[in-house]
Each structure stands twice: as C-alpha cells, then as structure tokens.
C-alpha cells in the first residue's frame, strides 16, 4: 500500500504557499526572534530578514545559473554553466588562465579588495595551470608558502605582504577543475 504523506506534504505545500498571497507573491514566516519574507517573481527570488539588524539576500537565476547579492551590496556569489564574466571584478595580482571558462564567483568585500574566489574549466593540464599561477605570483613578487601534490590535486599558495593568491587544480578526465582563492589588496 502507497503511503499518503507525499500527498499530504503536497497539500500542505500549496496551501501555505497560497497564504498571506492575495496579492502579492510575498511568504512570510514569522517566529519569536523576528521574521522573513520571501518574494518570488519569475526567475527572481528574495528574502528579507528583520531581526534587529536588517539583512537582504537577493537570488535570481534562469535554471543554468544564479546569483547571489548580499545585503551589504558588497557580498557576491555567481555560478554560470555557460560562463561568468570577471571583467573588472579581480585584483591586478589574479588573473584567469588564458582559456578557461569562469563557472563562479565568490567575493567579498569589493572583490578587488576584500577577498574571494573563482572556479574555472580548462583543457589544460592541472601541472600547467599550477605553472601559470606560480609563474605570475614570481613575477609579482610573491613568496611561494606551499606546492602540494596529493594524489593528483595540486596545490599552490603564495604571499606577498597582506596579499595571499591559493590555486587548487585537478582533473577530471575531461580536463581541469581549477579554483583560485584571494585576500588582500
């Protein structure tokens, strides 16, 4: 015999969504320690928290991709399958391997400034990917902390004053998974 509580979580799902709606698309769940609202319009979604200290997170996407705005205007996270563009959004002393196509973004502060990270494919080797960063980070006067091989995921950080630059790369077969991480200005 079927279980019915699929169907009961359905009913209860639509009918709370058709609560507090009439109309707006507005959700609003409220407890002891404060509220949160949702709203939804097509492909955007966004949540409002007041709990003494006002905060708003921002998501919209398009099913291939989303981003993420914290309330503080600063806080950004973007991920694309079809690629993110990073034009302008990264320290002088980060830059993405010639050919790589950016699947996301974290970022921090302002970005340039603050902190953050990007991932990337590429079709390069993960050893040449390590070799890029190591060069460029010489180039610009960093110090190298580590160059770490462990079975096949390699690993390159480096400093110079407040400045830090980390790359993670490894393949997967069908080329390489490559993750830069920054701080510092």
């Known amino acids: 015999m079927r279980s019915p509580f699929p169907v009961l979580i359905l009913g209860a799902t639509l009918a709370l969504a058709g609560c507090d709606q009439k109309n707006s698309a507005n959700v609003t769940?409220?407890?002891?320690?404060?509220?949160?609202?949702i709203s939804a319009n097509g492909q955007h979604f966004a949540m409002h928290g007041h709990d003494g200290a006002q905060g708003e997170v921002t998501i919209s996407g398009n099913g291939r991709s989303f981003t993420v705005h914290a309330g503080d205007g600063k806080s950004v996270v973007e991920v694309n399958a079809a690629g993110v563009n990073v034009s302008g959004?990264?320290?002088?002393?980060v830059s993405?391997?010639?050919?790589?196509?950016?699947?996301?973004?974290?970022?921090?502060?302002?970005g340039?400034?603050?902190?953050?990270?990007?991932?990337?494919?590429?079709?390069?080797?993960?050893?040449?990917?390590i070799g890029f960063y190591r060069q460029k980070a010489a180039s610009a006067g960093f110090r190298q902390n580590l160059d770490a091989n462990d079975n096949g995921s390699l690993l390159y950080s480096a400093t110079s004053g407040n400045r830090t630059v980390?790359?993670?790369?490894?393949?997967?077969?069908?080329?390489?998974?490559?993750?830069?991480?920054?701080?510092?200005?």
């Not at 769940?29 to 609202?37: A, L, M």
């Not at 959004?89 to 002393?93: E, S």
């Not at 699947?103 to 502060?109: A, E, L, N, W």
């Open 96 to 110: 993405i391997y010639p050919g790589a196509k950016v699947v996301s973004t974290v970022s921090g502060g302002d």
């Open 29 to 37: 769940v409220r407890d002891k320690d404060g509220s949160v609202t």
């Open 166 to 185: 980390q790359v993670l790369a490894s393949s997967d077969g069908g080329g390489t998974h490559a993750q830069i991480t920054w701080s510092g200005q």
């Open 89 to 93: 959004k990264l320290p002088a002393f």
């Open 112 to 129: 340039k400034t603050g902190g953050g990270t990007v991932a990337f494919v590429s079709n390069a080797a993960p050893a040449a990917v």
